[in-house]
């Protein structure tokens, strides 16, 4: 049974950083494209990041993008979010999700598998 496990969230001052991790188990890692998403209190799921599956390739939402840095470490089944100059707005619970697709997607339905969730709280 495939599995995402998530880890690193937690409670930080705005202006602070944090490094999520998302273990990869049953699952040939190195074959999939493998996404952040997140989700806040009463909104939908949003994409933050993505990430081939070779890791040359990465795509960032704009809310993110030059503070957050995705990568991954195919020998250990393992996918990073370094995210740096965290917001208020970034507190959501953090979902890494794998994809069959060939290239980076944004869309939550096209990601097989989901991890539980790490919640990320930034305070102001």
């Known amino acids: 049974q495939v599995q995402l496990v998530e880890s690193g969230g937690g409670l930080v001052q705005a202006g602070g950083s944090l490094t999520l991790s998302c273990v990869a188990s049953?699952?040939?890692?190195?074959?999939?494209?493998m996404g952040w998403f997140r989700q806040a209190p009463g909104k939908e799921r949003e994409f933050v990041s993505g990430i081939s599956w070779s890791g040359g390739s990465t795509t960032y939402a704009d809310s993110v993008k030059g503070r957050f840095t995705i990568s991954r470490d195919n020998a250990k089944n393992t996918l990073y979010l370094q995210m740096n100059t965290l917001k208020p707005e970034d507190t959501a619970v953090y979902y890494c999700a794998a994809s069959s697709f060939y290239r980076v997607v944004v869309t939550p339905s096209q990601y097989t598998y989901w991890g539980q969730g790490t919640q990320v709280t930034v305070s102001s």
């Open positions: 049953e699952l040939t890692f190195n074959i999939y494209v």
